[in-house]
């Protein structure tokens, strides 16, 4: 069984930056690819960003690209989203997804994730 807790959300300006973690548990995780979501209220979860099993691939959504940075230490078993230049339309409920097998293809779609983080709120004022 694989757990993930994420960390790191809170209240922050427009422009201004967060970094999110997730600490995950669990045999194998550090061979799992590894992605971050979110979700704001009344709308579907999106996808944001994913990583590969060893960090030497990753993809983004369009709307976060060349702002955010996802990577992963595996020695310490944890994911990292960083968020810079911040906007008011990012504020949603960020989750961390682990995939269930080992794998070295990152994957973008949430139905292909097994493994989901409690989330962690992101609210950017203007």
């Known amino acids: 069984q694989v757990q993930l807790v994420e960390s790191g959300g809170g209240l922050v300006q427009a422009g201004g930056s967060l970094r999110l973690s997730c600490a995950a548990s669990?045999?194998?995780?550090?061979?799992?690819?590894m992605g971050w979501f979110r979700q704001a209220p009344g709308k579907e979860r999106d996808f944001v960003a994913a990583v590969s099993w060893r960090g030497g691939s990753t993809y983004y959504a369009d709307s976060v690209k060349g702002r955010f940075t996802i990577s992963r230490d595996n020695a310490k078993n944890t994911v990292y989203l960083q968020m810079n230049s911040l906007e008011p339309e990012d504020t949603a409920v960020y989750y961390c997804?682990?995939?269930?097998?080992?794998?070295?293809?990152?994957?973008?779609?949430?139905?292909?994730?097994?493994?989901w983080g409690q989330g962690t709120q992101v609210t950017v004022s203007p």
């Open positions: 669990g045999r194998a995780v550090s061979m799992y690819p």
């Open positions: 997804a682990a995939g269930g097998r080992v794998t070295p293809v990152v994957l973008t779609t949430p139905r292909l994730y097994d493994y």
